[in-house]
């Protein structure tokens, strides 16, 4: 059964950090580049940044440059985005999704998780 979980999510300040996690399950994480989208109300779900299969490419969308980092520990299964300097605007459910490749678009994804809610408030 595939799996993604995320965690991490939470109330934080602004100029706060969060670390995300996705912990997967029931595929070989190698395989699979990891998008993380999030989706703040009444707007489209939107890509943050994505890792290679490899961990040696990653992207990340122009506001979150600078502030979040993407990695990896094929190892433990688990994919993470550390978020630093949040701001109010970065409020929304954020998503892991498993592709085969980096990709802005969600309809190339194969899994998600459930998401987990992170708010940036004071």
């Known amino acids: 059964q595939v799996q993604l979980v995320e965690s991490g999510g939470g109330l934080v300040q602004p100029g706060g950090s969060l670390r995300l996690s996705c912990v997967v399950s029931?595929?070989?994480?190698?395989?699979?580049?990891i998008g993380w989208f999030r989706q703040a109300p009444g707007k489209e779900r939107e890509g943050v940044s994505c890792i290679s299969s490899s961990g040696g490419s990653t992207a990340y969308r122009d506001s979150a440059k600078g502030r979040f980092t993407i990695s990896r520990d094929n190892a433990k299964n688990t994919v993470y985005l550390q978020m630093n300097s949040l701001k109010p605007e970065d409020t929304a459910v954020y998503y892991c999704?498993?592709?085969?490749?980096?990709?802005?678009?969600?309809?190339?994804?194969?899994?998600w998780g459930q998401g987990t809610q992170v708010t940036v408030s004071s």
């Open positions: 029931g595929f070989t994480l190698v395989n699979y580049a």
């Open positions: 999704a498993a592709g085969y490749f980096c990709n802005w678009a969600p309809a190339r994804y194969n899994y």
